[in-house]
């Protein structure tokens, strides 16, 4: 019996308009009715994974939020952060100018409102459509960004980025964790911090083993939770890498995908 189910957001909880469907949501509160936690794994900001938190109502049944990528970890009945880990500051230069260098544009997260390079960027303004957040310009970024920040996102086109990733990837090793959530998105977190890592410190604080959590997502940071979990979910719109790792793959978040998952798995386990 699964005693969890760990949700990706966009892409995979989210349809394309960013709404989590009926269908999707009738599932996943018959789910927790039945005892299981959800655990909603963005690499969202935790405000940006808010509206979608208090509607399926998971505070009331002792469900979580790990903002992002896990380097937030939050219980959603009192908003008690149960985990953390900043960037250092002294990497912010180092990301700005790869990220100036590489012709790509860098932002982070400041209260409720987004914190930019470019606020024009299409991409930019993406992940401003995403968290339903304003953006804001920092002619200075390096200087204008107010610390702790949990972590930076460098946005642009998907092959220069790539380039970027590999580059970012061999230069500060061992000092900082570079993967891509979407082909023009590069996160930038504190070293180690992955989906995996920080579900299994909370599993443990739960005590539930990972062979009970069933974890569902569509992007290359989903990999390590679906690896991770007992049983790991990959969408059909995910990419082919994701899809090899999956134990299982259901349907598109077009298709309420994820309302598959649980009426398959928990629902009529």
């Not at 949501?25 to 405000?47: C, F």
């Not at 149960?82 to 230069?93: D, G, N």
Request: hydrophobic share 40%; charged share 25%.
């Amino acid at each position: 019996m699964y005693k969890a189910i760990v949700l990706d957001l966009d892409g995979t909880l989210t349809n394309d308009a960013k709404e989590v469907t009926p269908k999707v949501k009738a599932a996943l509160m018959a789910a927790q009715e039945r005892g299981v936690r959800v655990v909603l794994a963005s690499g969202r900001p935790t405000y940006g994974i808010q509206k979608i938190a208090d509607e399926l109502e998971i505070g009331r049944y002792d469900g979580y939020v790990m903002a992002f990528n896990g380097g937030r970890v939050c219980r959603w009945s009192d908003k008690e952060v149960i985990f953390e880990q900043k960037l250092r500051p002294e990497y912010v230069p180092t990301l700005y100018d790869a990220a100036m260098a590489a012709g790509c544009e860098i932002l982070t997260y400041q209260g409720e409102g987004i914190a930019t390079t470019e606020t024009e960027n299409k991409y930019v303004r993406h992940e401003a459509f995403i968290n339903k957040m304003p953006l804001v310009r920092y002619d200075d970024f390096v200087n204008q960004v107010e610390h702790p920040l949990n972590k930076c996102l460098i946005v642009g086109d998907p092959k220069p980025l790539a380039k970027l990733e590999q580059h970012m990837k061999e230069t500060m090793r061992g000092e900082m964790d570079f993967y891509r959530s979407a082909a023009f998105f590069l996160e930038c977190v504190p070293l180690g911090i992955d989906k995996a890592a920080s579900l299994d410190m909370l599993l443990s604080q739960l005590g539930i083993k990972r062979e009970e959590t069933i974890a569902v997502g569509d992007g290359y940071n989903d990999l390590s939770m679906i690896r991770y979990a007992g049983l790991g979910v990959a969408m059909a719109n995910a990419a082919r890498e994701v899809q090899d790792a999956a134990d299982y793959i259901t349907y598109s978040n077009q298709e309420d995908g994820v309302a598959h998952v649980v009426e398959k798995f928990i629902l009529r386990g």
